[in-house]
């Protein structure tokens, strides 16, 4: 590294974020810092919902502690790495932190940005972001948050991953870790696609369609358990956020009807 990488990167430090982006030589690069998170609240609940529904997918998936969370975020980049899947290079490394290179744009981004905000565009990230998804589960893989905000795409629309610091098969069956995958992404999505809901639930069946029946049944549990929430009487008055889990859940539902 130069010397004006490590004076950025001094700086950076001196920030208390957990993660903060810096520029140096002409490249944007992005301090992570290990963090101890509470959220046991937050298990609790998801574990609970889980057991009464009978839903593995769902479950919380345990953070690893404060001083291992690093270490497996690197091991899992390199196995991503290895597989000729796109994720940040890894550009410096102590216990309490890592550097890693900038992949582009997240999808949330591209999809929030209003001077971007025509139909072809927001398909075209749809069907590259689908392809990219399938193409790791194709790969024996999984993602950890398959959520758009951990999912960049750069200028030549090639697509990206980021946010590593757990590891679902530890809890789940790789079959399991898949369909989460899918389930995120697709309640994580469906939102920015409202007004073209035909055409992106047609896009969540094509995915679906390229998965085993054993897979498939793990995303059938949660699309047929929470139908519920498409037939809510007064639903027009419930406002986007009912709107956009109604979406999804009929997304997810399309395939079974």
């Keep these: 590294m130069t010397d004006e990488f490590d004076k950025a990167l001094q700086n950076a430090l001196q920030t208390d974020k957990k993660i903060t982006s810096f520029t140096a030589n002409n490249n944007v690069y992005w301090l992570k810092r290990a963090e101890e998170e509470n959220r046991r609240l937050s298990y609790i609940f998801l574990n609970t919902i889980s057991k009464i529904t009978d839903i593995p997918i769902i479950q919380a998936i345990p953070k690893a502690e404060k001083s291992k969370v690093l270490a497996l975020e690197i091991e899992r980049i390199e196995s991503f790495s290895k597989h000729n899947v796109k994720v940040p290079q890894i550009v410096a490394h102590s216990q309490d932190y890592i550097v890693l290179t900038d992949l582009g744009r997240t999808m949330s981004s591209l999809l929030k940005d209003k001077s971007l905000q025509t139909i072809d565009f927001k398909r075209e990230i749809l069907q590259k972001a689908i392809a990219a998804l399938l193409d790791i589960h194709q790969k024996k893989l999984y993602l950890s948050q398959a959520v758009v ?45 409202i007004s073209d809901r035909d055409y992106y639930k047609q896009a969540i069946k094509d995915l679906l369609a390229q998965y085993p029946d054993t897979m498939v049944t793990e995303i059938s549990k949660f699309a047929s358990k929470f139908n519920w929430v498409r037939k809510l009487p007064f639903k027009d008055k419930l406002g986007s956020d009912y709107q956009k889990m109604q979406l999804a859940v009929a997304a997810l539902n399309h395939i079974f009807e």
């Excluded at 795409?153 to 809890?171: A, M, R, T, W, Y």
């Excluded at 079959?175 to 309640?187: H, K, V």
């Design 149 to 193: 905000r951990n999912i960049c795409i750069n200028k030549e629309l090639e697509v990206g991953f980021i946010d590593f610091e757990d590891d679902p098969n530890q809890s789940l069956l790789l079959e399991q870790t898949q369909a989460r995958d899918i389930l995120l992404f697709t309640t994580s999505s469906a939102r920015f696609y």
